[in-house]
Each structure stands twice: as structure tokens, then as C-alpha cells.
């Protein structure tokens, strides 16, 4: 009872409010979110030699400008969906933590998406972790998870590459990593 109570809570939350655009139909990095004012891009990378996954989460406002931008590296889990969940985590918490409780939610992992949006536990061996991603959803006034193609979230893809030569939980606000500014320059123009 209270699992299906909660799982419609958190479908609730994930629907568009009356009368808005779907994020969905976002499908160019520079046109802003249609609401909230806040969009928040993913992307998590693996690194097979090294054993480890990397994750990158970057808030952009409605203009486009970049608000912040988030690194991080963590063991590499057990499958790519599982490394997409745990990077849509991370970005939450970092969106949380920032002070951002209205924001739309975007991935280039069309499973990962899915399989948050779905309001259904699943017995896959990352289930444990969709749960953690709706316990957190739970705790925004508004929430959009919506799939992009990997052109639409370009920037994320290329700052996740590049985490690798992190060794530890980065943010820079306001701006990109310096050192990825002209592939980032790049990825945007193109």
C-alpha cells in the first residue's frame, strides 16, 4: 500500500504541469528549458583500465548559461545502465545541494531514463537504485526526467571523458572546467 502511495507520489512528480511544453521535445543544447527555469544534464563514462566510472552533472539556466558544473569518479559498477542511475543520483543530490528544487532532468541513456520514469519496482540488478532515484525526486517541488540524444547533451558527454583526470569530487560554479573550455567552445558551436 504505501509503495503504490509513493510510486504514484513520485509519478505525480514527474509529469509536466498543465498547459507546458514536454521537456522531450527540447532537442538543441541552446533552447532553454520550457520549465522549470533549471535544466540539469548527465552523462557517466567508464573506464575499463582504470576500473572506474565518472560522472558529470551541469545546471544551466534558462538563458543557457551554465549555473554549475560537477565531476566526480566512483567505482565502476556491474553495468552501464547502473552507471547511468548512479550518475542521475549524484546529479540530483548535487541539483539539491545547490539549492535547485524545480528542475528538468536530462540523460542520454534511453534504459536509465526509462526505467526512472516508470513508476513499476523493477528486479534488475540496478533496482535498488532506481528506488533511491524516486526517494530522491521525492524531494523536488518539480521534476522532469527526460531522454536527449547524446548531440543534446553534448557538453556533459564531454566534460564526462574528461573525468578521468580528476581525482576527486570537483565543482566549478558559474563556468566549465578551464582546461575543457575550447572542446566544450567546440562541442557548443557544432
Not at 46 to 74: H, P, S, Y
Not at 102 to 107: K, P, R, T
Request: aromatic letters at 6%; a positive charge.
Amino acid at each position: 500500500m504505501v509503495r503504490s502511495l509513493r510510486a504514484n507520489f513520485v509519478r505525480s512528480l514527474l509529469t509536466k504541469p498543465p498547459d507546458q511544453p514536454t521537456p522531450t521535445s527540447l532537442r538543441s543544447l541552446g533552447k532553454p528549458p520550457p520549465w522549470p527555469d533549471i535544466k540539469v544534464n548527465f552523462d557517466g563514462a567508464c573506464f575499463q583500465d582504470e576500473k572506474l566510472a565518472g560522472t558529470t552533472a551541469v545546471i544551466r539556466a534558462r538563458n543557457g548559461q551554465v549555473l554549475a558544473t560537477m565531476v566526480d569518479r566512483f567505482p565502476l559498477p556491474h553495468s552501464i545502465v547502473a552507471v547511468e542511475v548512479i550518475v542521475a543520483i549524484k546529479a540530483l543530490k548535487f541539483a539539491l545541494e545547490l539549492g535547485h528544487n524545480s528542475i528538468i532532468l536530462e540523460g542520454d541513456s534511453k534504459i536509465a531514463t526509462k526505467a526512472m520514469q516508470s513508476g513499476i519496482p523493477t528486479l534488475a540488478d540496478y533496482g535498488h537504485l532506481i528506488e533511491e532515484v524516486k526517494m530522491i525526486a521525492e524531494s523536488f517541488v518539480s521534476i522532469a526526467l527526460s531522454f536527449v540524444p547524446r548531440q543534446c547533451n553534448i557538453l556533459a558527454h564531454k566534460i564526462a571523458r574528461h573525468v578521468r583526470h580528476v581525482s576527486e569530487y570537483t565543482v566549478w560554479i558559474e563556468n566549465v572546467p578551464p582546461q575543457l573550455f575550447t572542446v566544450i567552445q567546440a562541442a557548443l558551436a557544432s
